[in-house]
């Protein structure tokens, strides 16, 4: 073999070890997750019957009877409130990038209410039977805000956590196996209420992917490489 066939081949083999180290590299997939805009930004609030979901830094939302803890963290914190049934969902899209290793979804979340849980098999529906949750969800692509049947990819929280004045539970739930790189979602926060006020609050939103990356010092290398091999061919020229 000649000279020059072997030291390409021996620059091809560095460029492919060198490629292979790579680091960890945390990526944010979601907009606006702890309400510091002081609005939805990012964000997508879908409402029946009475009152809303809204962004406040005060310890009780502008149509409510409860106060709340607030915030979680900084200033804002995104709240339902009503003055009478109500069904309402916070949603946002994101999607998966590839190469990931694994993504995390947390939230800190509290739901409080006077009433008694009632979980309806009418779904998200104020106007079905008693009705008084909170859920939270992945899901698919494009579903619809209220849909608790196909479109609910995993379901991570349904009821309520009791009695106003309730503190923030914090979650942290790995979603890996239920995604696939490449694809987009819906996270969706949500809440159905006919049998009394209810505040369902929300604070530091993530979905945290982890993907691998090649390292600064591959990089270095895979141009050393490159050049090397470069410098091999411009010699036998």
Aim: aromatic letters at 10%.
């Amino acid at each position: 073999m000649k000279k020059t066939m072997v030291k390409q081949l021996a620059c091809a083999s560095f460029c492919l070890m060198a490629a292979s180290t790579a680091y960890a590299t945390p990526i944010e997939l979601l907009t606006n997750g702890s309400f510091e805009t002081g609005d939805v930004s990012g964000w997508t609030v879908t409402d029946s019957g009475s009152g809303s979901i809204e962004v406040t830094s005060e310890l009780a939302p502008s149509n409510g009877t409860f106060a709340t803890v607030g915030a979680s963290d900084g200033s804002f914190y995104a709240v339902s409130s009503q003055g009478g049934p109500g069904t309402h969902a916070l949603t946002q899209t994101f999607m998966v990038p590839i190469s990931v290793t694994e993504v995390i979804f947390s939230f800190d979340m509290f739901v409080q209410t006077l009433a008694d849980l009632a979980i309806s098999p009418d779904g998200l529906d104020e106007n079905g039977g008693p009705n008084q949750h909170a859920r939270v969800d992945l899901m698919a692509f494009g579903s619809d805000a209220f849909d608790t049947d196909s479109g609910v990819l995993s379901n991570f929280y349904i009821g309520i956590d009791g009695e106003p004045t309730q503190p923030y539970t914090s979650y942290m739930i790995d979603i890996t196996s239920f995604v696939t790189p490449g694809m987009s979602y819906d996270i969706r926060f949500a809440q159905s209420d006919n049998q009394g006020n209810f505040n369902l609050g929300v604070d530091n939103v993530s979905v945290l992917a982890t993907q691998n990356v090649a390292s600064p010092s591959s990089l270095a290398l895979i141009g050393l490489s490159i050049a090397v091999l470069g410098w091999s061919r411009r010699k036998k020229a």
